[in-house]
């Protein structure tokens, strides 16, 4: 018999070695029992009921199987197990014996009162021979089945008390035993292990949920999501773990609220009653229900850290009074920071965007000084010499028009960089490309290439021609930078029957003996358009890089 009381302690001890005192008080009650000289039989079935109680890691699954279990081995007709909660009373109650049609009947579960009471407030053993006598009794609510031997045994969890289980009607004898209160003790303690096991399972699993939750939303601000977007997504996840009704993230920058984020419908945030600076959970009246919807009234608030001076908070509803495990404000916790990095970078992205702006409208402004106004101070001088030379006045008219109406285009393609650097989000026309490609390959150099543009390039032009034209761009661009030595380089789009691309620069030319690799895979675009690509380069005189391919009248 003593085998039988090593091996189970040592099984249960095995499993659980952080519960070394579970295992300690489980020695105790199964010495009880062999001091009894117990049948083996009842050992080796108490043994394995203890088995069984150990089995798996869900909780509730695990409390289900306790009462089950429980009733077969000390043969009794009903069992329940029930959970206290947070203050007096039982916050779960889960039982086995009592069929589904008298289960319709009977109304709500015991909540802890009476006898059940009894055991919360003294938590040991307590055996009953008729359960109408005892002084704790408060009698059975409507439809209950009759119940009157009563046996008791309080679920010790690292030394708190978890709960308890209760057992009714023995069907072998008239009343419950010594021996079963023993049979009891030694199934409590092995209850408490299993809870502990499956409660510390549960710890992992939801650690485990909220790491995922900060690693999938917390990337996702790099990867280029909108800020919209995954703060929704962010109060999706956590009103899914949390079992919450709505989760808003709400800020209150300057001193004005405002919702980043949110579950169902928009509210305004001004009517959610600012949290404070700590977390808190409280509930809420009936003046501010308007916000709240299906049944909440409670509200958690987690404080986000935002800059000096701001500050947010993640705002979770419930229906009933949430309790929040460490786990779980752990992950609050760290979701708020992911929330506030969010918010964080979103700003800096905006501001980065506006500096971006500022820097393009400097670029276009220096253009307009260095193309602009110099050839408007050219056609000045060149109008003051006419009058000393009245013979040349109709040839120099014609010049001066000309670089009148390329002055003007010049101008125009200004205003649209100017319009076109404003507008976010919208499609990238083809003037806006090629204006980004003269700015990217510009950045460095000493001279900013012109640009112009003749025909309605942006509706003319289809999007399949956009890698030739950039290719073209690049190579000339490029070219022309690093090898003309020449002051001046211009880009000339147009639009007609035959696109047209030049890139043109006063420089040195290009040497007799160049190698021609790169202009070779601009005649290979060409080709596969059925265009055509042309080198004018004169020593000393510049260079002309010219693309044509035709335009699909349709």
């Given at each position: ?135 704790a009794s408060v009698g059975f609510p409507p439809h209950h089945p009759p ?408």
């Open positions: 018999m003593n085998e039988y009381a090593d091996l189970t302690a040592q099984r249960l001890a095995d499993g659980a070695p952080r519960v070394s005192e579970g295992s300690e008080a489980l020695r105790t009650a199964l010495d009880a029992l062999t001091e009894q000289q117990t049948d083996p039989t009842v050992l080796r079935d108490l043994l394995e009921a203890v088995l069984l109680v150990g089995q798996g890691l869900d909780l509730n699954e695990a409390l289900q199987r306790i009462t089950e279990v429980a009733a077969a081995v000390l043969d009794a007709q009903y069992c329940a197990l029930g959970v206290r909660g947070p203050e007096r009373g039982l916050q779960a109650f889960v039982y086995t014996g009592i069929p589904p049609e008298i289960r319709a009947e009977m109304g709500r579960l015991p909540v802890g009162r009476g006898v059940l009471g009894e055991l919360l407030d003294h938590p040991e053993v307590l055996r009953i021979q008729h359960l109408a006598e005892h002084p119940m009157d031997t009563f046996l008791g045994a309080p679920i010790i969890v690292r030394g708190e008390l978890f709960g308890s289980i209760y057992l009714t009607e023995k069907q072998s004898a008239p009343e419950f035993t010594e021996q079963d209160e023993q049979i009891v003790s030694v199934l409590a303690v092995a209850v408490g292990i299993a809870v502990e096991n499956a409660r510390m399972y549960e710890r992992q699993r939801t650690r485990h949920r909220w790491m995922e939750i900060l690693v999938h939303r917390g990337s996702e601000a790099m990867a280029g999501i909108a800020v919209e977007d995954t703060l929704n997504g962010l109060c999706g996840d956590v009103a899914a773990l949390t079992g919450a009704v709505d989760v808003y993230v709400v800020t209150a920058e300057g001193g004005e609220p405002r919702l980043h984020g949110h579950t169902g419908r928009a509210v305004d945030p001004a009517a959610i009653a600012w949290p404070g600076l700590a977390f808190s959970v409280s509930e809420v009246d009936g003046e501010a229900a308007g916000w709240l919807r299906s049944g909440a009234r409670w509200k958690t608030a987690q404080p986000m850290q935002l800059t000096p001076g701001d500050f947010g908070a993640i705002v979770l509803t419930h229906v009933d009074r949430p309790i929040w495990e460490p786990e779980e404000l752990a992950g609050l916790a760290g979701v708020a920071r992911v929330a506030s990095l969010t918010v964080a970078y979103s700003e800096q992205q905006q501001l980065a965007r506006e500096l971006e702006m500022l820097e393009d409208r400097h670029r276009i402004a220096r253009d307009l000084h260095d193309h602009v106004i110099q050839r408007l101070f050219a056609i000045g001088m060149s109008l003051q010499t006419m009058q000393a030379a009245p013979d040349q006045v109709e040839g120099r008219v014609a010049q001066v028009i000309d670089d009148l109406d390329a002055t003007i285009g010049q101008i125009r393609t200004s205003i649209f960089d100017l319009q076109s650097a404003s507008v976010h989000g919208a499609p990238v026309t083809l003037r806006r490309k090629v204006l980004d490609v003269i700015a990217e390959l510009a950045r460095h150099a000493p001279i900013v290439p012109s640009a112009s543009f003749i025909g309605p390039v942006d509706t003319l032009v289809p999007d399949s021609l956009a890698p030739h034209i950039e290719a073209v761009l690049r190579e000339g661009l490029s070219n022309a930078l690093r090898h003309s030595g020449g002051d001046r380089i211009g880009v000339r789009i147009v639009a007609a029957d035959v696109l047209t691309v030049e890139v043109s620069d006063n420089g040195c030319g290009i040497p007799p003996r160049a190698a021609y690799r790169g202009l070779d895979n601009l005649t290979m675009r060409a080709d596969q358009c059925d265009g055509n690509f042309t080198v004018d380069s004169r020593p000393g005189g510049g260079t002309t890089l010219i693309w044509e391919v035709p335009l699909d009248p349709s």
